[in-house]
Nanobody
Framework: QLQLVESGGELVQAWDSLRLSCAAS????????IGWFRQASGEEREGVSC????????NYADSLEGRFTSSRDNANNTSYLQIDGLKPEDTAIYYC??????????????????????WGRGTQVTVST
């Protein structure tokens, strides 16, 4: 079974940059898209981005102003979320998820969490002013 572990979250100052990692294990021969999501305290979880198996397709939530970049290293089964120009409103738990169903490729909608099959436990990002 595919397992995901996020890392890289920490306390940072506004306008800093941060790179989050999502390490996958138990991948075997699976192809999978990776999605990033975040959940602020007291808020619903929201989709941030999706990157396809090949990395050729990336989608981002319209509200993110181009500050987020997804990438992946398939040789090491690791995906990344680069966040630049961090703002206090970016404070949240960040999750990665994997979708393994080919009918959802290249990138499932991050607004439909039911299309994502495996989830990590999240990493906390806190942005201070």
């Amino acid at each position: 079974q595919l397992q995901l572990v996020e890392s890289g979250g920490e306390l940072v100052q506004a306008w800093d940059s941060l790179r989050l990692s999502c390490a996958a294990s138990g991948v075997g021969p699976l192809n999978y898209a990776i999605g990033w999501f975040r959940q602020a305290s007291g808020e619903e979880r929201e989709g941030v981005s999706c990157i396809s198996q090949s990395g050729d397709v990336t989608n981002y939530a319209d509200s993110l102003e181009g500050r987020f970049t997804s990438s992946r290293d398939n040789a090491n089964n690791t995906s990344y979320l680069q966040i630049d120009g961090l703002k206090p409103e970016d404070t949240a738990i960040y999750y990665c998820a994997a979708s393994v169903r080919p009918r959802n490729f290249p990138c499932p909608q991050t607004t439909r969490e039911g299309r994502w099959d495996f989830w990590g436990r999240g990493t906390q990002v806190t942005v201070s002013t």
